[in-house]
Nanobody, 118 residues
Framework: VQLQASGGGLVQAGGSLGLSCAAS????????MGWFRQSPGKEREFVAA????????YNEDSVKGRFTISRDNAKSTVFLQMNSLKPEDTAVYYC????????????WGQGTLVTVSS
């Protein structure tokens, strides 16, 4: 299983950025997907998650109303649209996959860096 995150970059505060996570080696519709992030000196934290069909989504409080997670199972890709970015959103963003009934995410991508300048 491989998860390839992409789309990171440098953006000014208030701007937008879209991340993608391309999955291979698994049937995307069989797993829930999540986005996490890790800032320098901080623990990795949950950002957003989406159910297998895309009907259920969950967002960490600090990104509600600004970030949107979505998925296209036919294209084996998960997305994270980030709007109204803030400097505190600066982090390496990781996508991850979780099998049904699993307590933890078992597959992780390599991360993509998002830098928000003030």
């Amino acid at each position: 299983v491989q998860l390839q995150a992409s789309g990171g970059g440098l953006v000014q505060a208030g701007g937008s950025l879209g991340l993608s996570c391309a999955a291979s080696g698994l049937t995307l519709s069989s797993v829930s997907m999540g986005w996490f992030r890790q800032s320098p000196g901080k623990e990795r934290e949950f950002v957003a998650a989406i159910g297998r069909s895309g009907g259920s989504t969950y967002n960490e409080d600090s990104v509600k109303g600004r970030f949107t997670i979505s998925r296209d199972n036919a294209k084996s890709t998960v997305f994270l649209q980030m709007n109204s970015l803030k400097p505190e959103d600066t982090a390496v963003y990781y996508c991850a996959a979780r099998r049904p009934l699993a307590l933890q995410y078992g597959w992780w991508g390599q991360g993509t860096l998002v830098t928000v300048s003030s």
